[in-house]
């Protein structure tokens, strides 16, 4: 079985994860020739390049390029590219909604699988445990559930389309 080396985006998309996800204390990742470390302890390896406040992240590549310095570039360039739908402002929320964010950098997916029908559309009543959508880092699927009753009332991120964490990616109107 032959497996692509992982870009940058996809690195940074796991050291976010590792960053968020509170049961995770250590993550040790080795592809070919690049290695990744993160650890939410206080002392850093010695390979480690990042500052304390970060997690310590050190990707090393056997050739002696620069390559992994490139990792702090794409920190966020990107969310610009991608948010074409920036117009919303979380200030035009009426009392009655509710904004429901990417609780995680991924991608966004409005459907179950290509050609399948949206989970929702605008319009449509949903429950607590309705699934709005799909986030996917890393080929790991993560379902975003309403947790609240109410009326899908606008969907701000294309299907596809990237999303950051804490990006807001649909509006929901509380029934009552």
């Known amino acids: 079985m032959s497996l692509n080396p992982p870009?940058?985006?996809e690195l940074k998309a796991i050291v976010d994860w590792a960053n968020l996800t509170q049961d995770v204390r250590e993550l040790s990742l080795k592809?070919?020739?690049v290695e990744l470390f993160v650890s939410r302890d206080q002392q850093q390896p010695a390979s480690a390049s990042a500052p304390a406040p970060v997690s310590a992240v050190a990707p090393v590549v056997a050739t002696p390029a620069p390559a992994p310095?490139?990792?702090p570039a794409p920190v966020e360039t990107a969310p610009p590219a991608n948010s074409r739908t920036v117009p919303f402002s979380a200030d035009a929320l009426a009392s009655d909604e509710v904004?429901?964010?990417a609780p995680m950098v991924g991608i966004f997916y409005a459907a179950p699988k290509p050609g399948a029908p949206n989970f929702v559309?605008?319009?449509d009543s949903v429950t607590p445990e309705s699934v709005l959508c799909i986030v996917e880092v890393m080929k790991l699927m993560?379902?975003?559930e309403a947790q609240v009753e109410g009326?899908?009332?606008r969907i701000l991120?294309?299907?596809e389309q990237a999303v950051e964490f804490g990006q807001p990616l649909m509006v929901i109107k509380r029934n009552g």
């Open 7 to 9: 870009d940058i985006a």
């Open 31 to 33: 592809f070919g020739d």
């Open 69 to 71: 310095v490139a990792v």
């Open 99 to 101: 904004l429901i964010k």
């Open 121 to 123: 559309s605008v319009g």
């Open 142 to 144: 993560s379902n975003i």
């Open 151 to 153: 009326t899908v009332v």
């Open 157 to 159: 991120v294309e299907n």
